[in-house]
């Protein structure tokens, strides 16, 4: 029998929709609770299970990473399976490793990246209703992509901050950020060291602003130099938000 | 008032996972049935709604066309967005016009295309599940692809028939037929003049066999010519199918 505590780390994939959010609540059902009472059901074990973030409610993850301790002694590569089988369809756990008993998702995490999807027809689609943002105006592709430039490196976020988060610096590094039509979608990409609450949904609907001919591109500028919310775009439906990836 | 009947023809997208399929049937929800019912909502009128194809329960249709006799006097330009305002999201009409009397959108079908998506990884993806066939063990594409150019042009495709239809003749043109690969996605892809019952679920099932090991290109065209159903492959699930256009 093993008496060595691990430290797990989860690869998750999931469709948020019929979820409310990442962070366990009272009363509704989250992606953090039901992974955890799978994990119960395998190791019989009340774990703490630490996700990289907290997405919101209809929010989906390609790759989110959660570590949890404990001293089961199922083998690591066994955990995905393991959990799978007791997880419904909508959350699949693509990888297990094992890591330093420091390592912590959130804290360890060096960089994290966004996928947002827009769906520019004139008609919604039935299929990507719950993957994507409708918008039903021509958006100018190319006027969004100049707006881009403004926000790429290192600035103070503050208008593009949910009000109400509670953050010591609102400073950020956006080390990448892209956008790049793929038939009826518009594809947004945004990679940094880490996002303010709701950065990535504000910044989101500041740009299609941009592209409805609301504002100029530059005005995005002006809109981060203000570091004032009410400046910016209204935040982006969650539904079209992808999380891709966290960097250690 | 307009006293002119019309014979108006619609395209139609849907998300097929809630439904039980085109057909209308008792005591289940169909495609036909609920967009029946929003033409009674708004013309006042129990119209005999005629699809194309009668897609499966799961099938999905990006290019479903559907045509009705009616005395309304609603512009045809109009239909779309009153259809849509009383439909329910996972069902979108995206196109309405009107045609001759005498147009059928089942008998005028010229041709049909048909796109089928196989999930291609060890795991699961929580976001497709409802769009894709999911298969754990790698499929050999190029195997798969060369067996495709056996089924292409004029062929009795018996043995790709499911037993119970009732048609008089089993012989169908395959004017287009492709596969390629897609990040995970194996995405084929098939246009004929018309297809037998399930000809398209049991072609994909008999090509996955080719993709897995179990049989070899070569044996496609030796289950085409038996016109045997039980030597092809089994019947693909129809969360895979998407019903991609029609031809007059």
């Not at 409610?57 to 066994?78: D, E, M, R, W």
């Not at 004139?122 to 100018?140: A, E, G, M, Q, T």
């Not at 208008?159 to 610096?169: Q, R």
């Not at 947004?188 to 602003?209: H, K, P």
Request: net charge positive; glycine share 6%.
């Amino acid at each position: 029998m093993r008496i060595k505590m691990r430290n797990i780390v989860l690869v998750i994939e999931y469709d948020g929709t019929n979820y409310h959010g990442w962070q366990i609540q009272k009363n509704v059902v989250t992606i953090q609770e039901t992974i955890t009472k799978a994990i119960k059901k395998i190791t019989n074990e009340d774990v703490d299970l630490i996700g990289s973030s907290r997405t919101d409610a209809g929010v989906h993850a390609l790759h989110q990473v959660a570590n949890f301790k404990t001293c089961t002694n199922i083998p690591t590569s066994k955990i995905p399976n393991a959990l799978n089988s007791v997880l419904p369809a909508d959350i699949v756990i693509k990888d297990a490793f094992e890591a330093d008993m420091d390592f912590h998702s959130r804290y360890s995490a060096k960089g994290k990246r966004y996928k947002y999807i827009i769906y520019n027809r004139r008609f919604s689609s039935p299929i990507l209703k719950n993957y994507s943002w409708h918008i039903s105006k021509s958006l100018d592709v190319e006027k969004m992509r100049e707006s881009l430039k403004y926000l790429e490196g290192t600035h103070d976020f503050s208008a593009f901050k949910a009000s109400g988060s509670s953050v010591k610096s609102p400073v950020r590094t956006v080390r990448d950020i892209s956008l790049k039509k793929n038939g009826f979608n518009v594809e947004f990409e945004i990679e940094a060291d880490g996002f303010l609450y709701n950065m990535v949904r504000i910044i989101v609907g500041t740009i299609v602003d941009v592209g409805l001919g609301k504002i100029n591109p530059i005005d995005v500028k002006e809109i981060l130099d203000s570091k004032n919310r009410c400046m910016a775009g209204k935040t982006a439906p969650p539904q079209g938000l992808f999380l891709t990836k966290i960097y250690y």
